[in-house]
């Protein structure tokens, strides 16, 4: 499916990242990174901040926060994956010589990464809706979405083209949810 030229780069870019950026100190953070124990308190976090503070529009803005968590996690998980098929790279035979197994590799396909779709789509929900005219708000977001896709290929389950295309895909779900929900209400 992907021409011979863009996975030699993708492996090459895999292997920086899986590779030569291994250390101890990713070794024990990056798995942990990935993980719902890590992420959901987060979610959690923001999901009772904006009832509390928004009451019903919080509400409205909750069910749209999760709305985009499930189209993102839908549409890349069993729409895009399946038709596309790409194997992980941890389950990639030519690349057994270098994979350091820090996760479970999983049976799933690789492209795109849902991991990357859902915390972009609920990221970049967050400063399409909420975070606009704030800047530390949305350098945070940035950085939550981007540690967790890098996560993903430092752990040896994605290619980084698997997680720029959960990224966009993410942020076009987020960019959907965010105008209709302005639509319908404002905060």
């Not at 896709?149 to 994605?158: D, E």
């Amino acid at each position: 499916m992907f021409p011979s030229s863009l996975q030699h780069w993708d492996e090459k870019c895999f292997s920086l990242v899986h590779v030569d950026m291994a250390n101890p100190a990713f070794d024990l953070t990056m798995p942990f990174v990935r993980n719902p124990y890590c992420w959901a308190p987060v979610y959690l976090f923001v999901l009772i901040f904006m009832w509390q503070r928004y009451k019903t529009k919080g509400l409205i803005w909750c069910l749209f926060f999760i709305l985009c968590f499930g189209f993102a996690d839908f549409i890349s998980a069993s729409i895009i994956k399946p038709y596309v098929s790409r194997l992980r790279p941890c389950n990639d035979e030519n690349l057994q010589a270098i994979i350091r197994p820090l996760v479970h590799c999983g049976s799933g396909f690789s492209f795109p990464s849902t991991h990357a779709s859902n915390h972009f789509a609920l990221s970049f929900f967050i400063i399409f809706t909420i975070a606009r005219k704030n800047s530390l708000v949305i350098l945070l977001c940035l950085l939550w979405a981007i540690l967790v896709c890098f996560a993903q290929v430092y752990v040896g389950v994605h290619y980084p083209i698997d997680v720029a295309a959960g990224a966009l895909l993410g942020i076009l779900i987020a960019k959907f949810n965010a105008s209709y929900f302005q639509l319908r209400c404002q905060l």
